[in-house]
Structures are given as structure tokens and as C-alpha cells.
């Protein structure tokens, strides 16, 4: 079945259902009154396809079980990825995949949510390791140290959102297969930030993890992937009573 409609203006909206004869296809096609289209078409479990055309921009994103492909055109910036998933797409170009794709997605749908802390409580960071285990702790750092390609980067530790280590886009059993990086080899990992997402060499061999039941040492070839709450303001100093004469 499908059905059209014209908007109040010269735009119009347009869906079909069980196209080809699947059950499971969907076609949505909106286009607005100045040009701009979206184009979302799923054509069985698990393959989804959702295109933009507007002025001088151009969005392609075709997602199946295994493979992930982002197509970006959008006046001098031009971008063709592919990757098994979205988060490795996402991974290999944070800030085009945040400046074009998640900006667009937020101007029709509204603010994508995002949690500054989505796992770890105010303070405190949550580590989860290569094998599957996942600590909860203080981390006995004040900064995170990075060598890019733009040289070196000083992330204050109120600064940090996560961090991405190798082998952190597969998870669950498929990171356990992966052989843990060389430890003396400095890693390459994706920093989230609050104001941007840089990529770099990280600095430190391992990481100190102060938990209720004693201290870690977390060698960082053994780190998936770091959460980091938000800082915990620190307490004001006690207000002295100004008056001369005040018991």
C-alpha cells in the first residue's frame, strides 16, 4: 500500500509499504517546499538506506548487517567511508560525521540525546576491558596526554566524555578474539571531548584505577573503552564571620 500527500505548502510527503512484494520494505520520501529531500528505504531485516539532497549537499548512509557506508558532499567537504558498523564510520571521521550527518539528523528530528556521563557516576570512571570485566573507579590522573598529527594535546581530566581505545567498535565476545595491542606501542584512540574529538597516541602505558576494594594498574593495551562522570565540584571553603569580636 502507499499514500502521498501534499503539505500545506509545495512540499509533500510520500509512503509506500511491502514494496517488491517484502513485507518488510518502507519507503518514506519528504520533500520540502524549497528542494530539500529525505529519503528513507528499508529493504528487508537489517538494510536501511537514508539520503539527503539539498543546496550543495549531498548525504548517502546505507546500512546492512555487515557493512556500514557514509557518502558526505557538502561544498569542500567530501567524505566516503566504509566500515562494518556505524560507530567505526563515526570513529574514522568524528568531526565531519557530527558536523554534517548528526547535525542534520538534530535539524529534523530535534537534539539527539547525549549524556555526559552515561554510565559513570559523578567522579568517578568506568573502565571496560578487553576481557569483558568492567571497573568502576577514581582515576589517578589529572590529564590526558595526546601526540597527534597536529602535535601535542593536554585534556584536562574535566574535559573528558570517552575515549575509545583499539578494538572498541567490535565489543562483546568479538573484542575478546582481537590480540591486545603491543603494550610499549603507544595506542591510537578517538577522545571525546566537550568541545571537540581529537585522535592521537596516547601518552600513558597504563592507567591507575582507585576502587572501593583496593588500587588497579590497568595497562592501557588492555582497555575497550573509558566513561568518565562528571567532576565533583569542590567544596567552598567555610564563610569566616567578618565581625571583630565574634566568639
Do not use: N
Request: charged residues 25%; proline residues 7%.
Amino acid at each position: 500500500s502507499s499514500t502521498s500527500r501534499g503539505g500545506g505548502g509545495s512540499g509533500s510527503v510520500s509512503i509506500s509499504l511491502g514494496g517488491g512484494g517484502s513485507a518488510e520494505s518502507l519507503d518514506v520520501r519528504l520533500t520540502s517546499g524549497s528542494g530539500e529531500t529525505l529519503t528513507l528505504s528499508q529493504q528487508g531485516a537489517g538494510q536501511l538506506t537514508l539520503e539527503l539532497r539539498a543546496a550543495r549537499t549531498s548525504i548517502h548512509l546505507e546500512q546492512t548487517k555487515e557493512k556500514c557506508k557514509l557518502r558526505i558532499k557538502a561544498g569542500a567537504d567530501s567524505i566516503a567511508v566504509t566500515r562494518k558498523s556505524f560507530i567505526e564510520v563515526f570513529q574514522a571521521h568524528p568531526v565531519e560525521v557530527k558536523r554534517r550527518f548528526i547535525a542534520f539528523l538534530e535539524s529534523h528530528i530535534g537534539k539527539a540525546p547525549f549524556l555526559e556521563a552515561p554510565v559513570a557516576p559523578p567522579g568517578k570512571v568506568v573502565a571496560r576491558l578487553r576481557d569483558g570485566a568492567e571497573l568502576v573507579g577514581e582515576l589517578a590522573a589529572a590529564e590526558l596526554r595526546l601526540q597527534t598529527a597536529y602535535g601535542p594535546l593536554v585534556i584536562p581530566r574535566g574535559e573528558l566524555v570517552q575515549v575509545f581505545f583499539p578494538g572498541s567498535e567490535l565489543g562483546g565476545e568479538e573484542a575478546r578474539d582481537v590480540p591486545a595491542p603491543d603494550p610499549v606501542e603507544r595506542l591510537e584512540v578517538l577522545v571525546v571531548a566537550r568541545r571537540f574529538s581529537p585522535k592521537g597516541r596516547l601518552e600513558a602505558a597504563d592507567f591507575l584505577l582507585t576502587t572501593p576494594y583496593g588500587e588497579l594498574r590497568l595497562a592501557a593495551a588492555d582497555v575497550l573503552h573509558l566513561g568518565f562522570g562528571p567532576e565533583v565540584p569542590a567544596e567552598k571553603p567555610a564563610e569566616k564571620d567578618g565581625k571583630a569580636g565574634a566568639p
